[in-house]
């Protein structure tokens, strides 16, 4: 065999031999650097963050709801005496009419409004209209404004709009019948708070003003059925008129 042959093979295995070490500390390299990672990835899997669980918190939970809106209509609802404050001898020194009359109504639908807030809302409905001259929500929150204000006529006018575009819209019905009873036009009030109940049966006002209509027209049982689903369902800034409701429903 040529001696150039014998050296060629020698240096190539050489060769082979190295690249072989080298691939076998790199592997041994990578799994020494691997494993912690692995380990502490184990860890964080299986230990989950139990200071966060055992931590204080606020948020309320389904067993124990925070006070809402709907307890206190449940309370209103079981103990209307209690959930105004008040006994039934102390709501009125004595029983009331047979027949409801023009100051049972609320004389505003926004209580919670100040004469300043009411200018600055009716300007701003008026700009409103002016961009949208077929909004049925500002055409109808308009007329809460004007009723507030005492401007019956606009309130009427802009009430009765609000359903020519939107026969739909609650509000529109239920300011609509307030004002018809305070012109003393029952029949088209009760017109006005069925319709409100058969497109929402959980709107509070709207039983409150068809048991005053049943009232007026001498239908008493049916009015205290009104009253009571009024008293059920009723927001807490309703509590003067559940004052009222309980005590005709009571007669």
Not at 25 to 47: F, H, N
Not at 123 to 150: C, E, M, P, W
Not at 197 to 207: C, G, H, N, T
Request: aromatic letters at 10%.
């Amino acid at each position: 065999m040529p001696k150039n042959t014998c050296w060629y093979r020698a240096v190539l295995i050489s060769f082979l031999l190295h690249c072989l070490l080298l691939a076998g500390a790199g592997w041994m390299t990578m799994s020494y650097t691997a494993a912690p990672a692995e380990e502490q990835y184990t860890e964080m899997e299986l230990e989950p963050d139990t200071a966060a669980i055992d931590a204080p918190t606020d948020e309320p939970t389904e067993q124990n709801p925070p006070s809402t809106e709907v307890a206190q209509k449940e309370k209103a609802t079981k103990e209307p005496q209690q959930s105004v404050g008040k006994k039934q001898s102390d709501i009125s020194p004595g029983p009331l009419p047979a027949k409801a009359s023009q100051k049972d109504i609320p004389e505003q639908m926004l209580s919670h409004y100040t004469k300043e807030q009411l200018n600055l809302a009716l300007a701003q409905y008026n700009q409103a209209l002016t961009f949208n001259s077929h909004s049925a929500f500002a055409y109808s929150n308009r007329g809460q404004v004007y009723y507030d204000k005492g401007e019956l006529d606009k309130a009427l006018a802009d009430f009765t709009q609000a359903l020519k575009i939107n026969p739909q819209l609650v509000p529109a019905h239920i300011g609509r019948g307030f004002i018809f009873i305070k012109q003393d036009q029952w029949d088209l009030a009760l017109e006005d708070f069925n319709q409100a109940l058969q497109i929402a049966p959980q709107e509070a006002l709207a039983y409150y003003g068809r048991a005053l209509c049943l009232l007026k027209n001498g239908d008493k049982q049916k009015a205290t059925n009104d009253f009571r689903s009024f008293i059920q369902y009723a927001k807490p800034e309703y509590n003067h008129f559940i004052q009222i409701a309980y005590q005709y429903s009571q007669n």
